[in-house]
């Protein structure tokens, strides 16, 4: 089994700080300073927006690096047409 690692990204130092103080402390946490492309992955979580449009901002560099069939597009197709939200952390 796989233990869970979870890496926050902070490409400027107030944001690595601030989560240092505030989630830095559970072993499982790890506070990186730089470019999300650094860092070996199982997933990734985009900050963007909740319709999975892949066409803008940080979503179009991960469009760019990953490629299509990664976009929450790909996974739900109907998005777009029916200008649903993408369920996230709900139980």
Known sequence: MTTLRIVLIAVEDSLGDAWERVCGDP???TVHGGSIFDVEADAV??????FGFMDGGIDALYMDYFGPRHSA????PDLRRTRRRV?????
Do not use: H
């Open 73 to 76: 597009q790909s996974s739900a």
């Open 45 to 50: 979580v985009s900050p963007a927006n909740s």
């Open 27 to 29: 072993p499982f946490v």
């Open 87 to 91: 369920a996230c952390g709900r139980g």
